[in-house]
């Protein structure tokens, strides 16, 4: 079966930086589009960040826009979620995605990984 991975979530200050990472296991992550998500208590899901599978980047966010990168290593099968000056408001499971198709507009995914807590508290 199919699984994406996510790791590297956790407790940070506000005003901190994380870095997660979301891992393939049994498929190549090349080509693929790869989104990150979050979802806080009580609120629905949404997106943050897309990276497609040619590597172009796609902001769903304005609130992390400057704050928040995606970028891919193709190699270690890896895509990164680098986040940058965290808020309380940031608090939330992040899930990472997989778009075969490799476009970052569709938001129908075909692979969802299971999530990883940030909490962001001083």
């Known amino acids: 079966q199919l699984q994406l991975v996510e790791s590297g979530g956790g407790l940070v200050q506000p005003g901190g930086s994380l870095r997660l990472s979301c891992a393939a296991s049994?498929?190549?992550?090349?080509?693929?589009?790869i989104g990150w998500f979050r979802q806080a208590p009580g609120k629905e899901r949404e997106g943050v960040l897309c990276?497609?599978?040619?590597?172009?980047?796609?902001n769903y966010l304005d609130s992390v826009k400057g704050r928040f990168t995606i970028s891919r290593d193709n190699a270690k099968n890896t895509v990164y979620l680098q986040m940058n000056s965290l808020k309380p408001e940031d608090t939330a499971v992040y899930y990472c995605?997989?778009?075969?198709?490799?476009?970052?507009?569709?938001?129908?995914?075909?692979?969802w990984g299971r999530g990883t807590q940030v909490t962001v508290s001083s």
């Open positions: 049994r498929f190549t992550l090349d080509g693929y589009a």
């Open positions: 995605a997989a778009d075969s198709t490799g476009v970052c507009y569709r938001f129908e995914y075909d692979y």
């Open positions: 990276i497609s599978g040619s590597g172009g980047s796609t």
